[in-house]
């Protein structure tokens, strides 16, 4: 592994940001799908098996445009500055291991893609930053990329 003089960012704070983040892109879908979701609520009177068949339905018609949309959150904003909303709000950002740049725009997307992909399963690909000597995750260690305090 090679060494790296990086001020390389806590898990606490990346734990921090992943939440803010998490709250950010979730109130940005609320937004987004406000019609839909009040439709919802108006035809669900009681929680049985009719309302999670609907809410299900919801989901599986609009999923590919919530993983569009926390691609491009987390893909644009890494590659532009480094930082999403959390990372700029606990002053730490993503840069490219090799260079301490901020990653290129293939890295950025790679990076937001499998980054989507460990959280549809169960979040495993985030336990890696926990027992990394640079707390890189999954998607971290596939772009090549750390995330460093400013």
């Known amino acids: 592994m090679e060494e790296t003089t990086l001020p390389i960012a806590s898990?606490?704070?990346r734990v921090a940001s992943f939440v803010i983040d998490d709250?950010?892109?979730n109130l940005f879908l609320m937004i987004i799908f406000s019609s839909q979701i009040a439709d919802l609520m108006?035809?669900?009177k009681v929680v049985d098996e009719t309302a999670i068949l609907m809410i299900?339905?919801?989901i599986v018609d609009n999923i590919l445009i919530i993983f569009a949309i926390k691609v491009l959150y987390h893909g644009i904003l890494i590659w532009q500055t480094g930082m999403t909303v959390g990372k700029y709000l606990l002053?730490?950002?993503?840069v490219d291991?090799?260079?301490g740049r901020l990653p290129s725009l293939t890295q950025a997307f790679w990076r937001a893609s499998v980054r989507l992909v460990s959280e549809m399963f169960f979040y495993l690909g985030f336990v890696f930053a926990f027992f990394s000597p640079l707390h890189q995750?999954?998607?971290d260690k596939l772009s090549?990329?750390?995330v460093i305090d400013v």
């Not at 002053?91 to 993503?94: F, G, P, R």
């Open 91 to 94: 002053k730490i950002k993503t």
């Open 97 to 99: 291991l090799g260079s």
């Open 56 to 58: 299900n339905q919801f």
């Open 11 to 13: 898990n606490a704070k």
């Open 137 to 139: 995750t999954l998607h």
């Open 23 to 25: 709250v950010v892109v």
């Open 144 to 146: 090549n990329c750390v």
């Open 42 to 44: 108006s035809k669900v």
